[in-house]
C-alpha cells in the first residue's frame, strides 16, 4: 500500500503539502503512530493551540488541605537531530528513489527532486531549535501546575537540583529547561538572569545506567538473538505488505526493502519533528501502514528495554533507589517540621532512561507479551511508546502532605495522571505514600545494581515467565 500511495498521489500532492503546520489539516494524519520520534504535541493535542495551558483539575488531592512538599520529573530531550547512521539510511533511500526508476517513472523522480535531503551526519542526534522550546515550555507550564514548588524563591534559595546525561541533547535540554524558568521569571532589578547561578550534575550512572550494566549489554545491547521477535516480524505479511509493491523500483538491488520503509517513515517523522513540515514521505503510507510501522518499533521497544527480557527493566534499579531516596527523605523532613531541602529534582536523560523504569515500576504491562505473531490481537495494547515516550516525555512523581489524610504520592506521565499498578482498587485519587511503599518492598529491599547487572552463565529469563513487579 505505501508504493501505491507513492504511484497514485505523490505527483500532484507533494509539492502542495510541505508547507509548515499552521492548522491541524496540515499535520500528518499518520503522526500519532511516529513512536519514540513522535512530537510532545501529538500525546496532548490541546497543546497545538496553547502550547502553555495546563489542566490543574486532573490533579485531585483528597482534601483541600493538601500541599505539595517535593516533585521529582524524570524527562526526555527535546526534539533531536537523527544519528548520524539513521542520516546515512535516508540518504541511501533517497539516492536509490532518484537513481533506480524507468523511463516510465521518470515523473517519480522530477517530483522527489522537489524534495532536498538536506540531512548530514554532523547532526548526529543534536538537540535542534523545537527541542529548546520543548522544554522551555515543558518548564513553564510543570511551574504553572505545581506553582508552590517550582517557584522562583525555590530556584534561587538552591531548593531546585538539575541532573543531566552527560550527551549534548540532554545537557543542552537541562539549560532549556532553566532558561524557561529563568526568562519566566526575569526582573533585572530583582534577579540576575544568568545560567551560572544554577548548575548543574552530569551523572551518567543515574541516567545512561544501561550502559554500566554488563548483563544488559552482553545478553540484550550486543544480541542480536534478544529482538528475535522484531526480526521475524520484518519477515512477516504485516510488513510484506508494506514493501513488496515497492519490489520494481529497487529491481537488482541489493537493499532490504524493510529498511527502505524504514527509512522512508523515519524521515516522514524527522521532517514534521524537527521543521514542523508534512513531508512528501509521509504520503508513502496510509494508516493501516503506519500501524504496522508502529508496531515494530514498539516490539524493538519491548524487548530490548520493556518487559521482553527482566534484566531491561533491572538496569534501572540504581535510578528506582535514587528516586525513593529522595522521597523518603523529603518525607522525613516534613515530618520533622523542617524545610524539604530538595523541593524539586530534575533529572534529564532518553527514552532509554524512562522505559526500563516504567518497566520496573509495572506500569504499561499487558497481559500477553508483544511478539511477531499476534500483532492483530494488540491492537489495543497499553504498551505503545507513541504515546508514553514522544520528545520531552516526562515521568512526575509528586508528593503532598494532606495533614490528617497522611502523605499522598501521584504519578503522572506526559502531565497526566496514572495509578499505580496493582493498587487500582483504592478508592483514593492519591495514594498514600506508605501504600506505595508497601506495594514495592520486594525491590525497594532488593534490586541490587551490582547483583543484578552481573554476567550469568544462562541468558536472562523473558520477564513474563515469572511475576514481574
Known amino acids: 500500500m505505501m508504493f501505491f500511495h507513492f504511484y497514485c498521489f ?29 512530537r510532545y504535541e501529538e500525546v496532548n493535542p490541546y497543546l497545538r493551540q496553547d ?118 541533547r540532554c545537557v543542552n535540554s537541562t539549560l532549556s529547561f532553566k532558561a524557561g524558568l529563568t526568562e519566566m521569571w526575569y526582573n533585572p532589578k530583582l534577579f540576575v538572569h544568568a545560567d551560572v547561578e544554577f548548575g548543574h550534575e552530569v551523572n551518567d550512572a543515574l541516567m545512561r545506567f544501561f550502559d554500566h550494566c554488563t548483563r544488559f549489554v552482553q545478553e540484550v545491547d550486543k544480541n542480536s538473538s534478544a529482538v528475535i521477535e522484531v526480526d521475524k516480524f520484518k519477515q512477516g505479511l504485516e510488513m510484506m505488505r508494506i514493501t513488496v509493491s515497492a519490489a520494481h523500483v529497487t529491481d537488482h538491488l541489493y537493499v532490504s526493502l524493510t529498511d527502505l520503509a524504514e527509512a522512508a517513515f523515519l524521515l516522514c517523522t524527522y521532517e514534521l519533528a524537527v521543521k514542523a513540515v508534512n513531508s512528501p514521505w509521509c504520503l508513502l503510507f496510509d494508516e493501516d501502514d503506519a500501524k504496522v510501522m508502529e508496531y515494530a518499533s514498539d516490539l524493538r521497544e519491548f524487548w530490548k528495554r520493556g518487559y521482553g527480557h527482566d534484566i531491561n527493566s533491572k538496569s534501572s534499579c540504581l535510578l528506582f533507589h535514587d528516586l525513593f531516596s529522595r522521597l523518603d527523605k523529603a518525607v522525613n523532613e516534613n515530618t520533622l517540621h523542617q524545610q524539604v531541602t530538595e523541593a524539586v529534582t530534575v533529572q534529564i536523560g532518553h527514552a532509554d532512561t524512562l522505559l526500563p523504569l516504567l518497566t520496573l515500576l509495572g506500569f504499561f504491562k499487558d497481559a500477553v507479551p508483544l511478539t511477531s505473531a499476534n500483532y492483530a490481537s494488540q491492537a489495543q495494547r497499553s504498551f505503545r511508546t507513541s504515546r508514553m515516550l514522544p520528545y520531552a516525555a516526562n515521568f512526575l512523581l509528586v508528593l503532598y502532605d494532606c495533614g490528617e489524610e497522611g502523605i499522598r504520592l501521584q504519578p503522572l506521565l506526559n502531565e497526566q495522571p496514572l495509578t499505580f499498578p496493582g493498587l487500582t482498587d483504592q478508592q483514593a485519587s492519591m495514594l498514600l505514600y506508605e501504600d506505595v511503599r508497601k506495594r514495592y518492598r520486594d525491590l525497594l529491599s532488593g534490586c541490587d545494581f551490582e547483583a543484578e547487572c552481573q554476567l550469568l552463565r544462562n541468558p536472562a529469563e523473558n520477564s513474563y515467565s515469572k511475576e514481574t513487579s
Open 10 to 38: 505523490i505527483i500532484f500532492c507533494c509539492v502542495h503539502r510541505h508547507v509548515t503546520l499552521k492548522d491541524e489539516e496540515s499535520i500528518p494524519p499518520i503522526a500519532k503512530y511516529f513512536n519514540t520520534k513522535g
Open 51 to 168: 502550547i502553555l495551558a495546563v489542566n490543574r483539575s486532573s490533579l485531585q488531592p483528597p482534601s483541600s488541605q493538601c500541599r505539595e512538599i517535593h516533585l521529582t520529573a524524570i524527562i526526555r530531550h527535546g526534539t533531536r537531530y537523527p544519528t548520524a547512521k539513521t542520516v546515512r539510511d535516508m540518504q541511501q533511500l533517497h539516492n536509490i528513489v532518484l537513481n533506480n526508476f524507468t523511463e516510465e517513472q521518470s515523473w517519480l523522480r522530477e517530483t522527489l527532486t522537489q524534495w532536498t535531503m538536506w540531512y548530514t551526519e554532523d547532526m548526529d542526534g543534536r538537540l535542534v531549535q523545537k527541542g529548546v522550546e520543548d522544554l522551555k515550555h515543558l518548564a513553564v507550564r510543570l511551574s504553572k501546575l505545581f506553582p508552590t514548588i517550582i517557584s522562583e524563591e525555590k530556584l534561587r534559595g538552591g531548593l531546585i537540583k538539575f541532573i543531566t546525561s552527560s550527551k549534548h
